[in-house]
């Protein structure tokens, strides 16, 4: 089984619409870190979270790292065609050493107009 | 602001030859990354480098790669006798240093393709 799962594995949403993004460890986390990747390019860090019952926004994207610190959402309000691209989520299990992540397989997300 | 740089964006070589990719870190960050993701596949991590050492590899990172930090600037990943399963999206990332609360700062990959 994964380490880290992410759900659902695609999305397709009517602009203006609302969404979630799901992503579950099997182990504790140390950190959970969201990335946004357009095909063919780099990964772009959106939030960082840390403490279990964490919630971070930035623009029309919160992140929440639940308490037992196992599972985080992503969630975009009112969506726009700007947000589609690959979302994935990246776990730092330990506190110790160089913070490797361990990346889930990615949400691709799109948005039609 | 800042980002990390990637050279070249795409390289293609036969397989058998040796291959070195290209980063140029975002200035001041103390440890580097180099992450791969197959076509289709999820990003893999393969090795972290601190103090001009390796801190961590995965098993991916056998003996055919190394990494190098050249320079005060470039930090490069080698790999020296390309097999077909080496074609992938090669990513190269860097985090200010020590601490737990500093993400890491991905360039836009090399990808490589073996023939």
């Known amino acids: 089984s994964q380490e880290l799962e992410q759900s659902p594995q695609s999305l397709i949403v009517q602009e203006g619409k609302n969404l979630t993004i799901n992503c579950t460890s099997s182990?504790?986390?140390?950190?959970l870190y969201w990335y946004k990747q357009k095909y063919g390019e780099g990964l772009i860090f959106l939030m960082m979270l840390q403490k279990g019952g964490e919630e971070k926004s930035h623009e029309k994207i919160t992140a929440k790292l639940d308490e037992k610190k196992q599972q985080s959402s992503l969630h975009i309000t009112a969506s726009q065609p700007s947000h589609a691209g690959i979302y994935l989520c990246?776990?730092?299990?330990?506190?110790?050493?160089?913070?490797?992540?361990?990346f889930g397989k990615g949400t691709k997300l799109s948005v039609i107009p | 602001e800042p980002e990390v740089t990637q050279t070249p964006s795409h390289q293609v070589t036969q397989m058998g030859q040796e291959v070195i990719l290209r980063c140029v870190p975002i200035s001041n960050h103390l440890y580097f990354y180099w992450y791969r993701q197959i076509l289709g596949q999820k990003v893999e991590f393969l090795v972290s480098f601190y103090n001009n050492e390796i801190s961590e590899k995965s098993e991916i990172f056998d003996d055919q790669f190394s990494v190098e930090r050249p320079d005060g600037s470039n930090f490069t990943l080698k790999i020296r006798s390309t097999k077909l399963e080496d074609s992938a999206m090669y990513f190269c990332a860097s985090r200010p240093g020590t601490g737990n609360n500093q993400p890491q700062h991905f360039g836009d990959g090399t990808r490589l393709s073996i023939l």
């Open positions: 182990k504790t986390l140390y950190g």
């Open positions: 990246g776990a730092a299990y330990s506190g110790a050493g160089s913070y490797q992540l361990t």
